[in-house]
C-alpha cells in the first residue's frame, strides 16, 4: 500500500519532464510469488533540459535486482533506489537503461498493477499502477511504444497476451512458452497491459470502413464462453457506430477484451487489450437482467470508444482526466441512445446525473469537472469528472449545432493525433471551427457547483408580450466561495393549451437560437412580443444544461406540462416534478404529526400515463418510478430524517395503487410475456412497466400471492429479481420472501455474480434490522471482503442505496460500515476509498443522525497506517 506523504498535486506545477522514453522493451517472467520484470528503456534528455538533471523515475513497493546503462551495472553511488523512486545522478543525454525488478502478483490485494484474479495474471495500470511494475515516468505525457515478451509455464497460462499486435511465440524449456507483443501507436504507460492465464475464447472478426480485418477476441473463465456473445455484439456495433457517427476506424490487427472477476472498477481500456470487471461482460437471460444487458452494451462500447478518445489522443496530466472520461461518456451515451430509443436513454441519464453527481456537486467532495488540486488521483474518477464531464460536452454541441460540433471533432482528431492534450486544446478546435468565444462557457470545467436558475413569467394581453425573468446563481463549494456567471444555454419551449408551439414575433433580453436561451448574465428580463394568450413554458427542455430550476409554475402548467409537451425528457420532468413536491409535502405532514394525503390528480395522472398506448413502455415504467428516498433528501436539503422521507414515499406508492388498481391490473395481465425471450430494448421496456405495476400492485391484497407467482413462472433474471425484490422489500419475513430467498439461493448459490444480486436485495431491504442482515452476509460462503464486487454488491448497497437502515437513528449502521471500510481498506485502499463516499452528506442529516455519522467518520480517521486514498476522503468530508 502507498504511504500517504500528504502531498497535493497542482495543476499549475506542471513541467514536462527533463526526459523522454521513446522505447520500452518488457520481459515478463511470470511466477506467482516472484515474477521477474526487465525493462529495457530508451532514454532521451529534451532539448533544452539541463545536462546535471537527474533521471527520477516512480515506483511503488519495488524491489530493484539489477541495474545497468549502456549495458553496464550501475555502482551504488551512481543511483538511489527506493521502493518508491529510483534516482539516477548523472545520466547520460541517450542511453539504454536495464532495470529488473521483481514482484509479487498472488499477494496483490490492491488490484493495481500486476496481480492474480483466479489464477489469471493480469494488469490494471491506470492511473499510477505501472510503477508497481517497474520505475518509470509514471505520468500520461511520457509516450512510448512497446514491445513486450511474456514467459509464462504452458499449462499454467497457455494464454499469453498483451497490447498491440502478435509478434512471435513459441516454447521454451522445461515446460515455459513465450510471446512477443509489439504496440506500434506510442502510449502512456497507464495503457499498459498484459493478461496470462487458462481463458475460454469466442473469436470473431470485423472489417474496417476501409476494408480491414480485424480479427475480435473475448476471453472469459472457462465454460463461460456461452456468455459473451452480447459483449461480442456490442463490441462490433460499437466499431460501426464509432465510424458512422465520427469517422473514427480501428488501428490495430486484433482487439481483445477479456473478463476478470476481481477488479476495481467497470473496465479499463488498455490499447487493444481491454480489461473488464466480469460483471459487464457475461450475461444471458437466466443470469442477466435487462439493465445488465444494458450496461454491457455501453461499457463495451465506452472502452471501445477511447481508443481515439483517451490513447490515440490522451491526456496531458490526471487534471484533464475529463478531457477523455467526459468525452467517452457523451459517446457512450450517444450510442446508446441510437441504439435503444433516445428519449429513455436521456431520462435514464438524467436520473443517474442527479442521483451521483449532484450531491457530490452540492456536498464536501465537490471540484470542478478539471480539478486544479488532488492528493490522490484514484479519487478523481468521480461522476463530476464523468457525468459531468459528459454533460459539458453535450452543451458544446447544442451550443454548436451537430455540424459544427462535428467538424470540431474532425479538427480534434486531426491536429492532436498522437499527442496528450488538454481542456485548453479541446475547447479550442470548437472556437477555431465556430468562430465562437468559448472563454465564459469554460467555466463548466473550471468551476464546481450546480447552478440554478430561478425563474418566473409574466404574460401581458394588452402589449402581448410574454416575458421570462431568468436569474443565476451558483451556490459556493469547497475553497470556492466566489462564483462568477455561467453561460448556460437553456432550451426551452412556450406551448399553446393544445401542446401546440406558441409562435411569437421578436425576442429581446436575451440571444435565443434554436429554441435556446442564451443565459450569460446573472439576470435576463427575455421578453417575447406577438403572444396572444398566455403558454406554459417548457424550460431545460432535453436537460440542455446540467442545472437546478426553481421556477414558478402553476400547479395547473405543470400538470398540463406532464400531459402534453412534445419533448418527451420535458413531460418526463414536469410529471416528476410533481411528484417530488407531493413527496417533499408530505414529508412535512409526517414531520408535523399529520398523515400525508395526496391528490387525486395526481394519482389519477399516474394511473393516465401508464395506461397511454402513445407512450413506449419504458418511458411509462420510468414515469411511474418514484424519486428515490435520497433523491427526495437531496431536493429537501437540510434536516433529513430518511425515516419520514421513507414513510412518505411508501404512502405515495399506496395511494397510486389504491387508485389504479383495476387498470394496473388489467394492465400487468396483457404486459405478460408473449414469445420467446429477447434483451432488444422494447421487450426490455415491456419487462420494466410490468415489474413496476407488480411493485405498485403488490401492496395490495393478494399482493404478495402476486409476487411470489411472478417469481416463480419468471422465464429470465429480470422478472425473477424484480420479484424477489419485491417479496424481500414490501413482505419482509413472510413465508414467500423466505422461500424465495431461499429458492434463488440454492439455484445460483455456485454463480458468484448472481449472487451479488442476492446480496445486494437483501442489503437493501428497508428499516433498522437490515445492519444486522448485512453483518450476517459477510460471513456468508458467496461473500468476500476481497473481492470487489461482492464488497459493493453487500456494503456498497446498504451504505448508498439503504436510507432507512444505514440512517438507522441509533448510529448502528454507521459503525458498522466505519468497521467495514477499515476492514475492506487493509486489502484494498481505492474501494474502501470509494465505499467511504456514502457519508459524503451527512451535514444534511438531522442533528442526532448527524453527530454519530461524524463519529463514525472520526473512528475511520483515526484508523491506524491509513492509506492515502482513504484519509483523502474522510479529511475532505469531515473539512
Ligand atoms: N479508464 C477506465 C474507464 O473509464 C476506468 C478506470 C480507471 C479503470 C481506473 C480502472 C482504473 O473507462
Ligand atoms: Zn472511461
Not at 499449462?155 to 497490447?163: G, K, V
Not at 420467446?676 to 415491456?686: I, Y
Amino acid at each position: 500500500m502507498r504511504t500517504d506523504t500528504g502531498q497535493v498535486f497542482k495543476l499549475e506545477d506542471y513541467r514536462p519532464n527533463d526526459f523522454s522514453i521513446p522505447q520500452t522493451g518488457l520481459t515478463f517472467r511470470l511466477s506467482p510469488d516472484a515474477t521477474r520484470v526487465t525493462a529495457v528503456l530508451t532514454i532521451e534528455r529534451r532539448d533544452g533540459a539541463a545536462a546535471s538533471a537527474p533521471l527520477v523515475l516512480d515506483g511503488d513497493g519495488l524491489v530493484l535486482k539489477r541495474i545497468a546503462v549502456d549495458g553496464r551495472e550501475l555502482a551504488p553511488a551512481e543511483y538511489l533506489a527506493t521502493p518508491d523512486q529510483l534516482t539516477i545522478l548523472k545520466p547520460p543525454a541517450r542511453f539504454e537503461l536495464l532495470l529488473e525488478t521483481e514482484i509479487a502478483p498472488a499477494s496483490n490485494e490492491a488490484l493495481m498493477g500486476l496481480y492474480r484474479s483466479s489464477n489469471v495474471y493480469c494488469t490494471q495500470c491506470e492511473a499510477e499502477g505501472f510503477r508497481r511494475i517497474t520505475y518509470f515516468l509514471d505520468r500520461p505525457d511520457i509516450l512510448s511504444v512497446y514491445t513486450v515478451r511474456i514467459e509464462a509455464q504452458l499449462d499454467e497460462a497457455p494464454l499469453l497476451l498483451s497490447n498491440g499486435n502478435p509478434v512471435e511465440s513459441g516454447a521454451l524449456a522445461e515446460g515455459w512458452h513465450y510471446a512477443v507483443w509489439h504496440d506500434p501507436f506510442p502510449k502512456p504507460s497507464y495503457l499498459f497491459a498484459l493478461v496470462a492465464g487458462n481463458l475460454g475464447q469466442v473469436a470473431d472478426s470485423f472489417v474496417t470502413m476501409s476494408g480491414r480485418e480485424v480479427e475480435l477476441g473475448i476471453y472469459v473463465e472457462p465454460g463461460k464462453e456461452g456468455l459473451a456473445g452480447h459483449a461480442m455484439d456490442a463490441l462490433k456495433r460499437s466499431m460501426q457506430w464509432d465510424e458512422q457517427a465520427f469517422g473514427r476506424e480501428y488501428d490495430l490487427d486484433v482487439f481483445n477484451i477479456v473478463a476478470v472477476s476481481d477488479f476495481n472498477m467497470g473496465a479499463m481500456e488498455n490499447k487493444g487489450l481491454n480489461i473488464f470487471n466480469d460483471k459487464y461482460v457475461l450475461a444471458d437471460r437466466e443470469t442477466a437482467t435487462d439493465a445488465d444487458f444494458a450496461n454491457i452494451e455501453a461499457i463495451i462500447a465506452h472502452e471501445y470508444f477511447h481508443n481515439w478518445t483517451g490513447n490515440r489522443i490522451t491526456c496531458r496530466d490526471w487534471f484533464q482526466l475529463c478531457l477523455k472520461e467526459g468525452l467517452t461518456v457523451f459517446r457512450d451515451h450517444e450510442f446508446s441512445a441510437d441504439q435503444r430509443s433516445r428519449a429513455v436513454k436521456r431520462i435514464a441519464e438524467v436520473r443517474t446525473l442527479r442521483a451521483h453527481q449532484f450531491p457530490e456537486d452540492q456536498g464536501p467532495l465537490a471540484h470542478p469537472v478539471r480539478p486544479r488540486r488532488y492528493r490522490e488521483i484514484n479519487n478523481f474518477y468521480t461522476a463530476t469528472v464523468y457525468e459531468k464531464g459528459s454533460e459539458v460536452v453535450r452543451m458544446i454541441r447544442t451550443i454548436l449545432g451537430s455540424q459544427t460540433f462535428r467538424a470540431g471533432m474532425d479538427l480534434y482528431f486531426e491536429r492532436h493525433d498522437g499527442e496528450a492534450a488538454t481542456i485548453e486544446d479541446f475547447l479550442k478546435v470548437f472556437e477555431d471551427v465556430s468562430g465562437r468565444d468559448l472563454s465564459q462557457f469554460a467555466l463548466w470545467y473550471h468551476q464546481a457547483g450546480t447552478p440554478n436558475l430561478t425563474v418566473s413569467s409574466t404574460h401581458n394581453p394588452v402589449t402581448r408580450e410574454f416575458t421570462l425573468e431568468i436569474e443565476q446563481s451558483v451556490p459556493p463549494t469547497p475553497s470556492e466561495s466566489r462564483k462568477r456567471l455561467m453561460h448556460i444555454p437553456l432550451a426551452f419551449g412556450l406551448v399553446g393549451a393544445g401542446g401546440e408551439p406558441v409562435a411569437y414575433g421578436g425576442v429581446e433580453g436575451a440571444t435565443v437560437e434554436d429554441g435556446v436561451i442564451h443565459i450569460r448574465k446573472r439576470r435576463h428580463l427575455v421578453r417575447f412580443s406577438g403572444v396572444d394568450e398566455r403558454p406554459a413554458v417548457s424550460l431545460n427542455r432535453g436537460f440542455s444544461a446540467p442545472i437546478t430550476l426553481s421556477v414558478e409554475q402553476k400547479a395547473d402548467d405543470q400538470f398540463f406540462l406532464a400531459g402534453h409537451d412534445s419533448d418527451a425528457f420535458a413531460r418526463w420532468q414536469a410529471f416528476n416534478t410533481l411528484l417530488t413536491d407531493a413527496l417533499i409535502a408530505a414529508f412535512r405532514q409526517i414531520l408535523g404529526g399529520a398523515k400525508p394525503v395526496f391528490s387525486a390528480r395526481l394519482t389519477g395522472l399516474a394511473g393516465k400515463i401508464a395506461g397511454d398506448e402513445t407512450l413506449e413502455p419504458a418511458y411509462r415504467a420510468l414515469a411511474l418510478a418514484l424519486p428515490g428516498e435520497a433523491d427526495i433528501a437531496r431536493d429537501i436539503g437540510r434536516n433529513i430524517d430518511p425515516d419520514a422521507i421513507f414513510t412518505a414515499r411508501e404512502a405515495l406508492v399506496l395511494a397510486i395503487a389504491r387508485a389504479n388498481q383495476d387498470a394496473f391490473t388489467k394492465l400487468y395481465g396483457r404486459l405478460a410475456e408473449d414469445g420467446p425471450f429477447s434483451p432488444d430494448a422494447a421487450s426490455a421496456g415491456r419487462r420494466a412497466l410490468r415489474n413496476i405495476l407488480l411493485d405498485y400492485l403488490s401492496l395490495l391484497p393478494g399482493g404478495v400471492e402476486l409476487a411470489a407467482r411472478h417469481f416463480e413462472t419468471a422465464t429470465n433474471m429480470t422478472d425473477r429479481a424484480a420479484a424477489l425484490t419485491v417479496l424481500a422489500h414490501r413482505h419482509d419475513g413472510s413465508p414467500e420472501a423466505i422461500k424465495a430467498l431461499a429458492g434463488f439461493e440454492a439455484r445460483y448459490g455456485a454463480d458468484p455474480l448472481v449472487m451479488g444480486k442476492w446480496f445486494q436485495i437483501q442489503a437493501s431491504v428497508p428499516g433498522p434490522k437490515t445492519v444486522e442482515t448485512v453483518r450476517a452476509l459477510t460471513g456468508h460462503a458467496a461473500f468476500s471482503m476481497a473481492n470487489p464486487n461482492r464488497v459493493r454488491s453487500l456494503i456498497g448497497t446498504f451504505s448508498s442505496a439503504n436510507q432507512t437502515s444505514f440512517h438507522r437513528a441509533d448510529g448502528e449502521g454507521y459503525r458498522f460500515f466505519a468497521q467495514t471500510v477499515l476492514e475492506v481498506e487493509k486489502r484494498n485502499p481505492q474501494v474502501a476509498a470509494r465505499l467511504a463516499t456514502a457519508l459524503r452528506s451527512w451535514r444534511s442529516l438531522e442533528p442526532g443522525r448527524q453527530a454519530k455519522a461524524r463519529e463514525a467518520l472520526l473512528a475511520i480517521a483515526n484508523g491506524e497506517n491509513l492509506s492515502a486514498d482513504l484519509r483523502d476522503i474522510v479529511e475532505r468530508t469531515l473539512a
